[in-house]
């Protein structure tokens, strides 16, 4: 559900563009943003607001990988699938990980607490492979045994 605030922002919008369907991304980022994903019930309120219907909306937000329908879960990581990464074996601690989460890139694991997904250079080639957690911590020179002992330290926190 979206705040009172939220609602007059995506009011707003409206009148920046030339059309209501130009304000769909504005609108989703503006939500996202307050909700922190992308519920069913945000999709038609945003649909509402704008005079479109829900599977206009919707069809821009499952069309771009930036917008969560999902809930995410408490933690993300985002695992580097770039070129240098790659070349140090980061297909191979992919796999692991996805095993370990009981989940693939771009889904969250069964317990709701680990949201995984893909990304281009996280800016550590030098210490590949890399992931990033919670946007914040950079883990580096990863081996299977160091994913292991964060994704415990992931599920008690
Ligand atoms: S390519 Fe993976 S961190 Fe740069």
């Known amino acids: 559900m979206l705040s ?3 609602k007059s922002e995506i009011q707003q919008l409206m009148t920046k563009y030339p059309d209501a369907r130009s304000a769909i991304m504005p ?3 503006l939500a996202q943003r307050e909700v922190g994903w992308l519920p069913d019930d945000v999709i038609q309120e945003i649909g509402d607001l704008l005079g479109l219907s829900k599977t206009e909306v919707n069809g821009v937000a499952t069309f771009y990988t930036m917008y969560a329908r999902d809930q995410p ?3 993300t990581i985002m695992f580097c699938a770039d070129l240098p990464c790659a070349l140090r074996g980061a297909d191979e601690m992919l796999e692991h990980l996805e095993h370990k989460l009981g989940c693939r890139a ?3 694991s069964p317990d709701g607490k680990i949201t995984l997904q893909e990304a281009e250079c996280l800016g550590g080639c030098n210490h590949a492979p890399v992931m990033l957690i919670d946007g914040a911590e950079h ?3 990863l081996t ?3 994913i292991d002992e964060i994704i415990e330290r992931l ?3």
Do not use: F, M
């Open 144 to 146: 299977s045994e160091k």
């Open 155 to 157: 599920r008690n926190t």
């Open 73 to 75: 879960g408490r933690h």
């Open 139 to 141: 883990a580096q020179d």
């Open 4 to 6: 009172q605030q939220a």
């Open 27 to 29: 609108a989703l980022h």
């Open 106 to 108: 771009s889904q969250t």
